[in-house]
């Protein structure tokens, strides 16, 4: 089997490289916080040095990191994945970066004679951990033909989307749907709590009809747990939706929720819940209730 490099070990990247292990790939990791890269380490994988040293003994190279400017260092930064890289190898970058960085990437890639594929996923920690993410692919059919059987290992819902970027469109779409559905559970449950009426008992009615989401379904019932330790941090999605904002600006297409739920976002972070799970939104929503109700 081809041995894999896998850069990015955090609440995403830990439990994808594990099931890469399972699967019986030869894993070399490398994250920026040791315990992480350790952890992994101890299930079987080889502890990589640095990204070039990484690309140099691999045929594959995964990265899973934050945002576009931590992949841009990483893959085309000084000692990076470039600096490794040789024809033949396959770049896959599993972040949710901007379209434009990574159409960038790709080009960058193919002059080495290196294929490059985007291929951010949804699913959250919890399809990271049971390996059921939706992966959605931009990049070269054969570069995702071979790609494929390592998707496998991490998700169930696997898809090339269409060349360089398209894969990272389709994330822009995704976080588009899941913020504006996330600020409405948020809102709905304040909503009902406020008027006097068990959020619990609400959220299971809606449930079974056609406001049913998996929002409703996962916020929902972090809501009501006030369970908000981070399995998407909220800074990430109100990043995420930068990046669309971004990319509508780009393409003249209007966002007008989408900006009003980022602004929201913005308030929430500013309040200091950036670290804090998405879900933690509707803090900001009890905060505004609360605020009008002493006016």
Do not use: W
Request: aromatic share 4%; hydrophobic share 45%.
């Amino acid at each position: 089997m081809e041995c894999i490099g896998f850069i990015g070990l955090g609440i995403m990247g830990s439990p994808m490289s594990q099931h890469l292990l399972k699967a019986g790939y030869p894993l070399i990791v490398l994250d920026r916080v040791s315990e992480l890269q350790k952890a992994i380490v101890a299930a079987g994988a080889q502890s990589g040095a640095s990204p070039q040293r990484i690309a140099e003994q691999s045929d594959i190279v995964i990265t899973m990191l934050p945002d576009t400017p931590d992949v841009e260092q990483v893959i085309a930064g000084k000692d990076g994945v470039f600096d490794g890289a040789r024809a033949g190898m396959l770049i896959i970058d599993m972040s949710t970066i901007a379209p434009i960085a990574a159409k960038k990437l790709a080009r960058e890639a193919e002059a080495r004679g290196t294929d490059f594929l985007d291929a951010p996923v949804s699913g959250g920690d919890i399809g990271a951990q049971k390996g059921t993410l939706s992966i959605m692919a931009g990049g070269k059919e054969s570069a995702f033909a071979r790609a494929l059987p390592i998707f496998q290992a991490m998700g169930k819902t696997i898809l090339r989307i269409g060349d360089s970027a398209a894969g990272q469109i389709t994330k822009a779409a995704n976080q588009i749907m899941a913020a504006i559905n996330l600020e409405a559970t948020c809102e709905a449950l304040v909503f009902a709590a406020k008027a006097g009426v068990d959020p619990m008992l609400v959220r299971q009615a809606l449930m079974g009809g056609a406001a049913y989401s998996r929002s409703l379904e996962f916020h929902g019932q972090r809501i009501l747990d006030r369970n908000f330790v981070p399995g998407f941090r909220l800074r990430l999605h109100r990043k995420d939706l930068d990046i669309a904002l971004a990319t509508g600006k780009a393409y003249g297409i209007a966002l007008p929720v989408t900006a009003q739920v980022r602004e929201m976002m913005t308030n929430a972070l500013g309040e200091g819940q950036g670290d804090l799970d998405n879900s933690s939104l509707v803090m900001l929503l009890e905060r505004l209730v609360d605020k009008q109700a002493k006016q």
